[in-house]
């Protein structure tokens, strides 16, 4: 069951004028920047609602080679939001619940993502054109 929107993922030029951008938005820093080099992505996350039960974060992103997914995103629609991202308990269990309701599940397996989640992704052809990602905090 999805249970809240997780975050918002902006792709984004370049990140620093982004992250300050973004703070003076909303009024906080970022809490978390990482590389996702199997992504070949920078992330940065800012709390929307921090100190809330379901915080709903906001996530730059910024290519970090031109081969990326995020790079090819802003050849094609330039700066904007890329994904929205759905926290979800059991990600295998929505995953085959969502295949048998008819989704494309990009992903076979979830895989390791920012922020310390399990992530997969749901095809935008499915879902009015916006890609749906899927996360699970991975439990250590």
């Given at each position: 069951?999805?249970?809240?929107?997780?975050?918002?993922?902006i792709?984004?030029?370049?990140?620093t004028?982004?992250?300050?951008l973004?703070?003076?938005?909303?009024?906080?820093?970022?809490?978390?920047?990482e590389?996702v080099?199997?992504e070949g992505?920078?992330?940065?996350?800012f709390n929307?609602?921090?100190?809330?039960e379901?915080?709903?974060?906001?996530?730059l992103?910024e290519?970090?080679?031109?081969?990326?997914?995020?790079?090819?995103?802003?050849?094609?629609?330039?700066?904007?939001?890329?994904?929205?991202?759905?926290?979800?308990?059991?990600?295998?269990?929505?995953?085959?619940?969502?295949r048998?309701?008819?989704?494309?599940v990009?992903?076979d397996?979830?895989?390791?993502?920012?922020?310390?989640?399990?992530?997969?992704f749901?095809?935008?052809?499915?879902?009015?054109?916006?890609?749906?990602?899927?996360c699970q905090?991975i439990?250590?």
């Open positions: 069951m999805l249970t809240n929107v997780e975050h918002i993922g792709a984004v030029r370049d990140i004028v982004s992250n300050d973004f703070a003076k938005l909303l009024n906080v820093q970022p809490y978390k920047a590389i080099a199997s992505v920078t992330t940065s996350f929307v609602n921090p100190g809330q379901n915080q709903t974060k906001i996530e992103l290519a970090t080679n031109s081969d990326s997914p995020i790079a090819k995103f802003l050849e094609k629609k330039g700066e904007g939001i890329h994904h929205i991202a759905f926290a979800v308990e059991d990600i295998l269990a929505e995953m085959d619940r969502l048998a309701e008819g989704f494309t990009l992903n397996v979830p895989k390791r993502g920012a922020d310390n989640k399990l992530v997969c749901l095809h935008p052809k499915g879902t009015n054109g916006v890609l749906i990602e899927l905090e439990k250590e």
